[in-house]
């Protein structure tokens, strides 16, 4: 387990280390997070490095990663803890168990992420916990998930309460289906994720793809910063950049030109809609503007 | 000497929460703890950073704050103070500082003197006039005042829930309830048997939920006499009596530009909701741009709240006002509807006429898109405020 960062610094330069370029701002709310041990709350758009960041954090700190995925009607059984019935079913009938008290004992208890992340016995370190999209569980979640982030600790009525002796490092996002409750954000740290800045993205595209043309790699990043102004339905993230970036180096591409382009929309773009509203014309245009903006 | 941070903070704090963010005494203190961190602060933008990371909470606020930020914050020679945390304590005059245009509510959080001093002006009128609209329909930007709701009208929102179940699809969620001939409920067979040798097994089986509903209401003058009711309806629906089986249901209002109101009609009185609502819109009465504003709808909202299985009721005469490409628009932005949605509702208060014929172009673009075309006062409710207003 590796030391938390001393600086704001430190943890930019560490998470790059983890191949996560992280702006300043992000970085900063992230060694706050870290520093006053709260949880980080992460909103934004899909494909801006939400989820990467939990990923990133975990590897910088050399600490498991927990990830609990959230969806509609996520329940505790499933999110932190539920008994093993069959088995201790199948105990009581081979006689296996003495008394009625050894019925709730550990060994017949199944650990669900969150429930893993705050034992002592599995992770004496205190992980990375990734709450990821907790806009999509109910309320009724979010409110069981207040005592958990603020006291880090599980009352298991037939075991009594667990607690975790080293805090675990939360990182929730959101992708903002619905507000998340007030009362679980006042608990955390709240960072806006954006799509990431002209130079932002070819530095990641760099670290990603160390072999890239320089030149291929700006232009690429001009263009999708320019498909990111134009309005459609799904703007391309990060990751999509990359997907592309691959498809245009299996494809041997030097030069962006409008066949390869309309050839290879479908990578970026993820509705037929904003695929016939960049084909053709526009798809010119943009190549055109990328020209100019590389060149000047 | 750190006195003065902290005092600046919270005046800070204080100017934020009257601008309308919810910044309570423990975020202020957050923001102290923070600034106090070892290895924290280099340079200026970290100052920010930091305290935005402690004091936002919403990404509607981050405009907000950026410009309360640079106001209150505007000190040149801010770093060096803050590292020694000696910066005296901002003193807002009302001569010098200029409040800025972009937003009245900050404007009036940071100045609250301001009336004070000057003569009371008169609110200012704005007129927008719009190239698509025909000449004489204009953006009114005023608020309404509505009348509160009488009893009557409360039940016949709430009566209009009902009629509106059929409607509404359940799927089984992955939570359990007790019956049925689903799966073995281990824990009930488990304490039953504790209790007895030879109890029978007990079963579950998935609870079921009310597929999500998204309203999508026009409010624009040619519907102002239907607007209130719906939003009466909207809030019935979203604050049901009996809290079983509620639908997940997501508002939203338009005229010449979208509104989501979910949030305002939670709520519990239905009055004070709905005056929310008027007090947040900012086009009621107005213009329409359907088009337009489905097309926001799409782009914005649509991949959040609609699922496969959700029910769209849109409520609408469908009178756009517009050119051809307008037209254009509104049958593109119907139809991407109709594909994020199970089945796509219009409510359309015309139907009520009798020897009503789709003439407009408005309706002719939007007919071929929806699942069902409905007269409004197939909620009862609605035909019977119609009526009502009518008489009046």
């Keep these: ?296 | 000497m750190a006195d003065f941070l902290a005092q600046n903070v919270m005046h800070f704090g204080r100017v934020l929460r009257k601008a309308g963010m919810s910044v309570g005494t423990d975020r202020v203190q957050l923001a102290l703890e923070a600034l106090r961190i070892e290895g924290g602060i280099a340079r200026r933008a970290d100052f920010k950073a930091t305290l935005a990371a402690c004091l936002i909470d919403r990404a509607e606020h981050r405009a907000l704050f950026e410009q309360a930020f640079y106001i209150f914050w505007r000190d040149p020679d801010l770093l060096g103070r803050v590292l020694a945390m000696l910066l005296p304590r901002v003193q807002a005059r009302p001569g010098t500082l200029t409040p800025p245009p972009e937003n009245r509510r900050l404007a009036e959080a940071l100045f609250p003197r301001r009336d004070a001093i000057e003569p009371a002006r008169e609110p200012e009128q704005r007129l927008e006039l719009d190239a698509h609209l025909s000449g004489s329909e204009r953006e009114l930007l005023r608020q309404r005042d509505f009348e509160t709701m009488t009893p009557e009208e409360w039940a016949q929102a709430k009566r209009a829930l009902t009629r509106l179940r059929p409607w509404l699809q359940t799927r089984p969620t992955r939570r359990f309830r007790p019956g049925g001939a689903g799966r073995l409920d281990w824990r009930a067979t488990l304490r039953a048997q504790a209790r007895q040798e030879l109890a029978p097994p007990r079963w579950r089986r998935p609870r079921e939920r009310i597929a999500p509903l998204v309203i999508l209401a026009d409010i624009s003058g040619s519907m102002s006499r239907y607007s209130r009711m719906l939003l009466h309806l909207a809030h019935g629906l979203a604050n049901p009596a009996e809290r079983r089986q509620v639908p997940r249901v997501h508002s939203f209002v338009f005229g010449t530009r979208l509104t989501p109101i979910s949030r305002l009609l939670r709520q519990r009185d239905p009055d004070l909701a709905v005056a929310a609502v008027a007090q947040r819109v900012a086009d009621w009465s107005g213009g329409t741009r359907i088009g337009a504003c489905l097309h926001a709808f799409n782009r914005d909202w649509a991949r959040r709240v609609l699922t496969s299985d959700a029910t769209l009721l849109l409520v609408s005469d469908g009178l756009e006002a517009g050119d051809a490409a307008a037209l254009e628009q509104l049958a593109f932005e119907a139809r991407r509807l109709r594909l994020s949605c199970r089945r796509l509702l219009w409510l359309n208060p015309l139907l009520r006429f009798e020897g009503f014929e789709p003439k407009a172009a408005g309706i002719r673009a939007l007919l071929p898109e929806v699942d069902s075309h409905l007269p409004a006062h197939n909620l009862a409710s609605l035909e019977q405020l119609v009526e009502l207003l009518l008489c009046n």
């Design chain 1, 1 to 296: 387990m590796a030391e938390l960062p001393a600086s704001i610094d430190a943890t930019q330069q560490g998470l790059r280390a983890q191949g996560y370029v992280a702006p300043r701002e992000l970085a900063t709310t992230a060694f706050l997070a870290l520093r006053l041990a709260r949880p980080l709350f992460l909103e934004g758009e899909p494909g801006t490095g939400k989820t990467e960041i939990a990923k990133a954090l975990a590897g910088l700190l050399e600490r498991p990663l927990i990830r609990l995925q959230c969806y509609e009607g996520l329940d505790l059984a499933s999110a932190a803890y539920e008994w093993n019935y069959a088995r201790q079913m199948l105990e009581i009938k081979s006689g296996a168990l003495a008394g009625g008290d050894a019925l709730f004992a550990r060994r017949f208890l199944i650990a669900r992420p969150l429930l893993q992340a705050i034992d002592p016995q599995a992770n004496p370190v205190g992980p990375v916990l990734l709450i990821d999209e907790l806009d999509r569980a109910d309320e009724a979640f979010e409110a069981f998930l207040l005592e958990l982030l603020s006291e880090f600790q599980l009352s298991i009525p037939e075991l009594g309460l667990i607690k975790a002796v080293a805090p675990p490092i939360v990182v929730l996002t959101s992708n903002r289906t619905r507000e998340v409750h007030d009362a679980v954000k006042r608990r955390c740290l709240y960072h806006w994720v954006d799509f990431p800045s002209a130079e932002r993205e070819l530095e990641i595209l760099r670290l990603k793809l160390p072999g890239i043309d320089a030149m291929l790699a700006r232009r690429i990043v001009a263009l999708v910063q320019g498909l990111r102004a134009m309005d459609l339905y799904k703007l391309p993230g990060i990751a999509e950049t990359i997907e592309w970036s691959r498809a245009l180096l299996e494809l041997n591409a030097l030069v962006l030109d409008p066949a390869t382009l309309n050839d290879t929309l479908g990578v970026l773009l993820k509705y037929q809609d904003d695929i016939a509203k960049v084909q053709g014309s526009e798809a010119a245009r943009l190549l055109a503007q990328v020209e100019a903006e590389v060149h000047g």
